[in-house]
């Protein structure tokens, strides 16, 4: 019996892309084939054979008009990863499965389309253990996985995403941040407006472990996975209100930034759902 093959994430550019070449999305430019568009005269698209016998015919002018079609053309999908420490964090799900689920399904949804797929892990620098190039390839689906199975997530800082955003150049993209977003507000605001250009979808890794999950009251040992160490702490009802608050306050300025600079966060947890990401992205 053939197995059931997962839901495609479905997605829309916001604005249309650039571009010449064929691909599934509706373009800036006029074509042969694609949706129609409008009609025009002549002097202004002179192709003998897109002619539209009727609207000449009906033109009191006397002019001769064409249709005009609407371009299909690709665009390049990119998934940005965050590989520091706080990625190795284990609750309800784990953080580093969660974000290689959601990347390979990715891949799978725009290669099967027809859109580019590139991979760029990042934590202080560009990991180039874990960069694929955009290719049309169907075996980028499984190069993600390997690299993101053998990814080692060590690092102290997210500073990369602003080398990363540099090599993001050329024509506009769809570019996913994948993250727990667990760095300075500042930082946040610079990779946002460094990626400001494209189509940024910011998503969110995210566990009931860390806010909702807490108890009213009982000793907590908490571990710092970016190096600070291990502390034990007394979990009473203040505590616990003023911690979800926080979170709270943490989640709103970054559903701030990402607003200015693009479209709200994508809040991903427990597990990947294709569904639930295309409902997002149809509806920003």
Request: net charge positive; aromatic share 8%; glycine share 10%.
């Amino acid at each position: 019996m053939r197995e059931s093959r997962q839901p495609d994430i479905v997605y829309r550019p916001r604005g249309r892309p650039p571009g010449t070449r064929s691909g599934a999305h509706r373009g800036r430019e006029s074509g042969g084939l694609g949706t129609f568009r409008d009609q025009v005269p002549f002097l202004r698209l002179p192709d003998a054979r897109r002619i539209d016998v009727r609207a000449t015919l009906r033109d009191p002018f006397e002019g001769t008009v064409v249709r005009r079609f609407e371009a299909r053309t690709p665009i390049e999908v990119w998934a940005l990863v965050d590989l520091s420490a706080s990625m190795r964090f284990s609750g309800e799900a784990d953080r580093g499965v969660l974000a290689s689920d959601f990347c390979r399904g990715l891949a799978a949804s725009a290669t099967r389309i027809g859109d580019p797929f590139g991979l760029i892990g990042c934590d202080g620098g560009v990991r180039e253990d874990v960069f694929l190039p955009a290719s049309r390839a169907r075996s980028q689906v499984a190069a993600v996985s390997r690299r993101l199975a053998d990814a080692a997530c060590t690092g102290d800082r997210a500073d990369g995403f602003l080398a990363a955003a540099r090599r993001l150049t050329g024509r506009p993209k769809m570019v996913f941040l994948i993250s727990d977003f667990r760095w300075p507000e500042p930082l946040i605001a610079e990779v946002f407006a460094a990626l400001s250009l494209h189509d940024l979808v910011p998503v969110v890794l995210g566990d009931t472990a860390e806010a909702e999950g807490l108890p009213e009251w009982g000793l907590l040992e908490l571990d710092d996975l970016e190096g600070a160490g291990r502390r034990v702490v007394f979990m009473r009802p203040a505590l616990r209100r003023r911690w979800i608050a926080r979170e709270a306050a943490r989640a709103e300025s970054l559903r701030r930034i990402a607003t200015a600079h693009g479209r709200p966060p994508f809040r991903l947890a427990g597990r990947f759902d294709p569904d639930a990401v295309s409902r997002h992205l149809l509806g920003t």
